[in-house]
């Protein structure tokens, strides 16, 4: 499961926390690519708009 991404253009660096599903719950992992700085973007807002369509989905009466 993932709980944070962000990235930095600057440094060219997308990253997220998550946890390991076959682990304990507490345990997180920090995962940091490097690439170049448009390809980071778009991961990041990749995953931010999977974030906000899996919402939508669990809660369809949010949708306006």
């Known amino acids: 499961r993932i709980l ?3 990235w930095r253009h600057a440094d060219r660096q ?3 926390v998550a946890r390991n ?3 304990p ?3 997180l992992f920090c995962h940091l690519f490097v690439g170049p700085p448009g390809e ?3 991961l990041h807002l990749l995953l931010c708009r999977s974030f ?3 919402y939508l989905l669990a809660h369809p009466e ?3």
């Open 4 to 6: 944070y991404s962000t």
């Open 40 to 42: 980071v973007q778009t």
């Open 25 to 27: 719950a507490s345990p």
């Open 62 to 64: 949010e949708q306006a």
């Open 21 to 23: 599903p076959c682990s």
């Open 14 to 16: 997308f990253a997220f």
């Open 52 to 54: 906000q369509l899996g």
